[in-house]
């Protein structure tokens, strides 16, 4: 499976973007979705995930309400929309897949997925 991430962009706080996630080639596989993103100079941590289906949503605590991941299986693309930026919302959003087998629930985890974006850059100005 590759992926292109898409959408970043220079944004004012509490502005709202949305980002888009290309999957290409091995897309009939089933795979849940994650996005992740690293500010510079910190780790790279958990946003949101989706499974195979787009039935089951997972965030991280402090991304909860402002971010809303979805799934679109026809078009093989998953998005996360993101309201209300704030400056500390700046960083490099990774969209990145996991087809293990039998994982239902999508892991919050950066190494169980084996498939990852390039990145799209989120700039948001105060």
């Known amino acids: 499976v590759q992926l292109q991430a898409s959408g970043g962009g220079l944004v004012q706080a509490g502005g709202s973007l949305r980002l888009s996630c290309l999957a290409s080639g091995r897309t009939t596989r089933r795979y849940n979705v994650a996005w992740f993103r690293q500010a510079p100079g910190k780790d790279r941590e958990f946003v949101a995930a989706?499974?195979?289906?787009?039935?089951?949503?997972y965030y991280a605590d402090s991304m909860r309400g402002r971010f809303t991941i979805s799934r679109d299986n026809a078009k093989n693309t998953v998005d996360l929309e993101v309201n209300v930026l704030k400056p500390e919302d700046t960083a490099v959003y990774y969209c990145?897949?996991?087809?293990?087998?039998?994982?239902?629930?999508?892991?919050?985890?950066?190494?169980?997925?084996?498939?990852w974006g390039q990145g799209t850059l989120v700039t948001v100005s105060s």
């Open positions: 990145a897949a996991d087809d293990t087998l039998f994982r239902f629930r999508p892991s919050t985890d950066a190494s169980a997925y084996n498939y």
């Open positions: 989706v499974n195979y289906n787009g039935g089951d949503t």
